[in-house]
Nanobody
Framework: QVQQVESGGGLVQPGGSLRLSCLASGFIVGSYAMGWYRQAPGKQRELVASITSSSNTDYADSVKGRFTISRDNAKNTLYLQMNSLKPEDTAVYYC??????????WGQGTQVTVSS
């Protein structure tokens, strides 16, 4: 069964850091271009970071220089290191395939709230 379980979110003050994890099952994370998406209340889901099967990475302008996407093939897990967090980063974060019309079923996501 294909599944992604996102974790690591929470409440953090502006300027703080969080590390999100996405544990995948039913597929090999390293075989696909994968991405971290986020959806803020009232807004569409957007891709914020991606990593290809050859480990090329790309970032949305809004997070470039602050977020880092990585992957541990042995653990079949995708990560997102988020530094210098801003209130506008508040959203539910999800992982899924990137650069494809096809998506795996969406996981439950992990809530990130940046507030003082």
């Amino acid at each position: 069964q294909v599944q992604q379980v996102e974790s690591g979110g929470g409440l953090v003050q502006p300027g703080g850091s969080l590390r999100l994890s996405c544990l995948a099952s039913g597929f090999i994370v390293g075989s696909y271009a994968m991405g971290w998406y986020r959806q803020a209340p009232g807004k569409q889901r957007e891709l914020v970071a991606s990593i290809t099967s050859s480990s090329n990475t790309d970032y949305a302008d809004s997070v470039k220089g602050r977020f880092t996407i990585s992957r541990d093939n042995a653990k079949n897990t995708l990560y997102l290191q988020m530094n210098s967090l801003k209130p506008e980063d508040t959203a539910v974060y999800y992982c899924n395939r990137a650069y494809s019309m096809l998506r795996f079923p969406w996981g439950q996501g992990t809530q990130v709230t940046v507030s003082s």
